[in-house]
Structures are given as C-alpha cells and as structure tokens.
Antibody, heavy 121, light 114 residues
Framework: QVQLVESGGGLVKPGGSLRLSCAAS????????MSWIRQAPGKGLEWVSY????????NYADSVKGRFTISRDNAKNSLYLQMNSLRAEDTAVYYC??????????????WGQGTLVTVSS | DIVMTQSPDSLAVSLGERATINCKSS????????????LAWYQQKPGQPPKLLIY???TRESGVPDRFSGSGSGTDFTLTISSLQAEDVAVYYC??????????FGPGTKVDIK
C-alpha cells in the first residue's frame, strides 16, 4: 500500500534552515508528481511546492519562493524540501503528498501524516 | 491566482439529514477542450491528514461512500452529504487544479452534528 513518511521537522529559530524528507513506498515513485502542502495550527491548507516526476518542472507558492527548494531522488524514492530563511509564519504541519494518478497531477490522492515545523526564538 | 471561497464557514446538521457546502472560484475552472471542471473536494478529520473525496467536480474517489456527491460547473460548486453520519464530522475543503501550480484551496467548512 502507498506510504509517505515525513521527517526532519522540529524547532528552529527565525532565519534558520531545515530540510524535510519524505520516504515513499508502495508505488513507482518515479511515475508520480509530488507536492509539499502545509497547514498552520488551526488554519487551512496551503500548497507549498510541486515537482514533476522527472524533476524537470517545479513550482512554489509566492510565500516561499526564493526561500524553499523542492527536490527528489527517484533512486531513493525520496522527496525533499529545503527551507531557508525561515519565518514565524512558516510554522505549520508539512505534508508530503502524491497525485491521485499519474495523469491527474493536481489532485492529491495520498498524504503523509505530516511533520511539524515550528519557527520561534 | 485563482481564489477559492466556501460557504458557510460552518454548519450543524442532524444525523440523517442533508449537508450542503458551497465553493466558488474567482474564475472558471472549466477547461473547454475536454469539458472538465478542475475542482476537487477533501475531508479532514481532527488530527488526520486530508482525504480525497471527489475530483473532476463530481467523480467520487474509490471507496468514498455514495452519500457524498459533487456538482456544479464553471465557478460554482457544491458538495452534498445526503444523509449525515457521525463519522462525517470534519472540515471540508475544495481545491482548484485548473491554473498552473501551486494550486489553491478554499478556507474550509466545518461540519458538526446538531
């Protein structure tokens, strides 16, 4: 069965950096577009970043553009999010997410359990 | 960017009664070349990640009970729970995937039991 397991969250000071990882299993990772989606405490969902199956295409929310970098290693079935220059407003649960099918790329069919990032001094 | 709005913010419905959630996009999400609406619905229960219910505005994901249905086209959409069950208490989000990513979600609608 499809499994997405995030790691790397934690407490970091404003201006600091953090790298999130997502280990994928139960499907052919290299066939699917992947995303990071976040949810601030008690708030709604925000799509953070998106990467194509071959890494040839990436996109970012305006709120993180220039600070966050999404990447993937298809040989390791892993997705990453490098987060630099972190701000208090980046505090959220970060979900690793897979498109529902290889063709319907903008719909999330599978979510990880999430990893909490807290930015605070 | 396409802005998604939802109404109401919250609603309380008696068990077995109908719940209706509305979603509106700031521009059409209907792609004329394939006549598909690029609109999805998710359910999120407390402490859990969201779960996909519906995409293409009205296509139920595998395993989703048929009491959940989606309708609408263009800019106005509806999620209907035909007979509310206790396990349907959750926050429901609509999401457009028409524009270039990152895609946008609505603010959510909380459904409770009356």
């Amino acid at each position: 069965q499809v499994q997405l397991v995030e790691s790397g969250g934690g407490l970091v000071k404003p201006g600091g950096s953090l790298r999130l990882s997502c280990a994928a299993s139960g499907f052919t990772f290299s066939d699917y577009y992947m995303s990071w989606i976040r949810q601030a405490p008690g708030k709604g969902l925000e799509w953070v970043s998106y990467i194509s199956s071959s890494s040839s295409y990436t996109n970012y929310a305006d709120s993180v553009k220039g600070r966050f970098t999404i990447s993937r290693d298809n040989a390791k079935n892993s997705l990453y999010l490098q987060m630099n220059s972190l701000r208090a407003e980046d505090t959220a649960v970060y979900y690793c997410a897979r498109s529902v099918t290889t063709m319907v790329r903008g719909v999330i069919g599978y979510w990880g359990q999430g990893t909490l990032v807290t930015v605070s001094s | 960017d396409i802005v998604m709005t939802q109404s109401p913010d919250s609603l309380a419905v008696s068990l077995g009664e109908r719940a209706t959630i509305n979603c509106k996009s700031s521009q059409s999400v209907l792609y004329s070349s394939n006549n598909k609406n690029y609109l999805a619905w998710y359910q999120q229960k407390p402490g859990q990640p969201p779960k996909l219910l519906i995409y293409w505005a009205s296509t139920r994901e595998s395993g989703v009970p048929d009491r959940f249905s989606g309708s609408g086209s263009g800019t106005d959409f509806t999620l209907t729970i035909s007979s509310l069950q206790a396990e349907d208490v959750a926050v429901y989000y609509c999401q457009q995937y028409y524009s270039t990513p990152p895609f946008t979600f609505g603010p959510g609608t909380k459904v409770d039991i009356k």
